[in-house]
């Protein structure tokens, strides 16, 4: 006799309601619950549901899609199968899941809201320690202990290990590209390792009024973080369907993008879901990354004794006028490549330190714009500074894209002389966390078609051999030698302020 028939003889038609509809709710699910009978009837339940334990493939779960149901398409009450890892809606009688339980003998389904696991079509749950690993992959939770340790060279030393036993290295794992996506693979991995951000969002545990875009955010950062997984890489597509649909289809899937757009809409708006304001440091992301920068503007005038056919002359106002602004990340312009290039030249691919197209900031080197004059100090340097490359130009013909090289030190850049602030202001010595470059085919133009986006990520900290670098280009991860990270046309960086203590070796440079 099969555990369904058993269980039809115990409840009798007044344990169980004969009728359900079609979409069946968490409430009703608990309601099940509390008609189960209790006792002797319950232990041998349990041992009846133990029986389907060994049917689970762990090898074919993947919690990373969106929880809908693969019938109705519905993503309220969703159970996943632990058979065969397909998403269906509600266990009841008239539910998907207690069909596919009878049609295809599956009985063993997770509800992925609660994490708790039930065997149907029976409707028992089941309560064993050998299923905690499914649920810690569909739901990982991290404690301070744990997350303190994620920066540190210790965490090189603990590698984990799929279902494969493949090693990887938590925080440093693929994400798929599902289509045209790697533009914003890379930005989400540089946010996440951001320590502060980092913490904040594996710390938390958003189970109330907080948006969709935050909490499938911090679900994501929790997955890449997982020690516990079972393969060693993590598809963004249900955080990045989110995305799509709170952009209006901006940031899409589909198309390529820009990182340095994607960036700033993500800041500004994980800004407000976390219910930030325009006061400083009312959000993790404006404690982290908001800065303030000081910008002076003098007006280009005419001179009035310019006569009708001479050539016109130019006064510069003498009132300055100031303002200071916050910033998020400091836009850096290259000096423009060489026009025409003879065949020696073409061969020379030219280059910049980071300290020249950063004097733009150094308060006395102007730029003139729309009729003024504007100089640039930093009057404030937040914990983690973003800098941007402007890289692409439009004009009115094509997309133009600038190859210069930007020589950098991943180890002590000194920002003291772009700011104007009193003695009292934090340490001004800064090291590279993250590094976003972007490689196409070569020549001038931008071509969206063949570019690659790539980032690489700082492992450990200290330099030396506690500190790592990982390249990683989608599912594609490995280790980089130092010298090899500048060679990239480098679009953005993310630079993390040295603590006071550490000052002694400000100038220790990796190379």
């Given at each position: 006799m099969s555990a369904a028939e058993k269980h039809s003889e115990r409840g009798g038609d007044s344990e169980r309601p004969t009728k359900r509809v079609r979409v069946q709710t968490a409430e009703?699910?608990?309601?099940?619950?509390?008609?189960?009978?209790?006792?002797?009837?319950?232990?041998?339940?349990?041992?009846?549901?133990?029986?389907?334990?060994?049917?689970?493939?762990?090898?074919?779960?993947?919690?990373?899609?969106?929880?809908?149901?693969?019938?109705?398409?519905?993503?309220i009450n969703i159970y996943g199968c632990l058979v065969c890892g397909k998403y269906f809606q509600g266990r009841g009688r008239s539910s998907y899941a207690y069909a596919h339980a009878i049609h295809d003998d599956h009985h063993v389904f997770i509800n992925l809201e609660t994490t708790k696991v039930y065997v149907l079509p029976d409707g028992y749950p089941v309560a064993d320690p050998s299923l905690e690993d499914i649920s810690f992959v569909l739901s990982p939770s991290f404690n301070p202990v744990s997350v303190?340790?994620?920066?540190?060279?210790?965490?090189?030393?603990?590698?984990s290990y799929d279902l494969s036993n493949k090693p990887y290295i938590p925080g440093y794992i693929g994400l798929n590209n599902i289509k045209r996506n790697d533009y914003m693979n890379v930005v989400i991995h540089s946010l996440l390792h951001v320590a502060p951000l980092r913490d904040h969002l594996l710390l938390s545990n958003f189970r109330g009024k907080e948006s969709e875009l935050l909490k499938r955010f911090a679900g994501l950062a929790k997955k890449v973080w997982n020690p516990r997984l079972f393969k060693s890489q993590v598809s963004p597509h249900e955080f990045l369907q989110e995305v799509n649909r709170t952009s209006a289809g901006k940031f899409s899937l589909e198309k390529q993008g820009d990182p340095v757009e994607f960036l700033g809409w993500m800041l500004n708006h994980l800004h407000k879901d976390m219910g930030g304001t325009k006061k400083k440091n009312s959000s993790v992301i404006f404690s982290t990354?908001?800065?303030e920068v000081r910008m002076e503007t003098q007006q280009v005038l005419v001179r009035p004794d310019t006569g009708a056919n001479d050539k016109p002359r130019f006064d510069i106002d003498r009132e300055i006028k100031s303002a200071v602004s916050p910033f998020l990340f400091l836009a850096v312009d290259l000096p423009p490549p060489p026009l025409f290039q003879d065949a020696v030249e073409k061969n020379i691919i030219p280059q910049v330190s980071i300290q020249s197209v950063l004097a733009k900031y150094d308060g006395q080197k102007?730029?003139?714009?729309?009729?003024?004059?504007?100089?640039?100090?930093?009057?404030?340097?937040p914990r983690y500074i973003i800098l941007h490359f402007k890289r692409f130009t439009k004009n009115m013909f094509v997309e133009e894209k600038n190859p210069t090289i930007v020589n950098f030190p991943l180890r002590g850049l000194e920002f003291g002389e772009y700011l104007d602030a009193p003695p009292t202001h934090p340490s001004t010595v800064y090291d590279l966390v993250a590094n976003v470059t972007h490689e196409s085919s070569a020549g001038t133009t931008r071509d969206k078609e063949s570019t690659v986006w790539k980032v690489h990520l700082r492992a450990g900290a200290g330099g030396g051999e506690n500190e790592?670098?990982?390249?990683?280009?989608?599912?594609?991860?490995?280790?980089i030698r130092k010298e090899m990270i500048v060679l990239g046309e480098t679009m953005l960086q993310i630079w993390e302020r040295r603590p006071d203590g550490a000052l002694a070796n400000a100038m220790e440079v990796d190379k």
């Open positions: 009703e699910d608990e309601e099940e619950d509390s008609t189960a009978p209790h006792g002797a009837d319950n232990s041998t339940s349990e041992k009846a549901s133990d029986l389907y334990l060994d049917t689970i493939n762990r090898a074919v779960l993947d919690f990373d899609f969106e929880k809908v149901c693969s019938v109705s398409s519905s993503n303190a340790s994620l920066s540190t060279p210790a965490h090189l030393q603990k590698p990354f908001q800065g102007t730029q003139e714009s729309g009729g003024q004059l504007r100089r640039f100090k930093c009057q404030r340097l790592k670098w990982f390249q990683i280009q989608d599912l594609i991860v490995e280790e």
